[in-house]
């Protein structure tokens, strides 16, 4: 198995970040929001039918979990090059997980709580990152590269430069309002349990 890992150390060497055209970079901007929206509807879907109640997931207010659109961006970004679908599993199980258990650590740290727990999972870390999500990760990760983001590149490419542009402007003030405005709301929800004596 490594001599079939070993070909990614030269393609990760060689990716190189170019100068990005205005084009490329709301590609880029309108793609992660595709797969944070998708990323929040299979969360929300799924933890509503494991706990058989309606659960809202996500740190932001709006329906985004903008780990799964970064992640699948730097995953394409760093491995689109790769040929092998093995070493796009495993290189990305890795970043995924990288990615996943930092901003898990970020958010324990910024807000005292977490927002995802595999504790119960076997080999879990710290209840956030284990096997069995890493695994699903390099699945992903596989899908991105050669499916997902391909098609959506082509898709967001129809629309032509000008609506990808006002398009992905108009994210990136969204998620900024959105991430503000839920910090203040998480830090206003900790605030009132404190007093309340419940933290």
Known sequence: MLEKLMPAIPALAAVVVTNPTLMDLSILMLSMTTISVGGWVWETIYCSIVERRLVRRGFLIGPSCPIYGTGAVAVYMLLGRIDSP??????????????EYATGRALEERFGRQWWDYTGWPLNYRGLICPIASGVFGVF??????????????????????????????CMVTYATDTVLSVLMHDARDAALRIAGRR
């Open 141 to 170: 990760s596989v899908l991105v590269v050669f499916a997902i983001e391909p098609q959506l590149i082509a898709f967001y490419m129809s629309w032509g430069e000008l609506a990808c542009e006002i398009a992905a402007v108009t």
């Open 86 to 99: 093995l070493v796009v599993f495993v290189a990305g199980a890795v970043l995924a997980t990288a990615i």
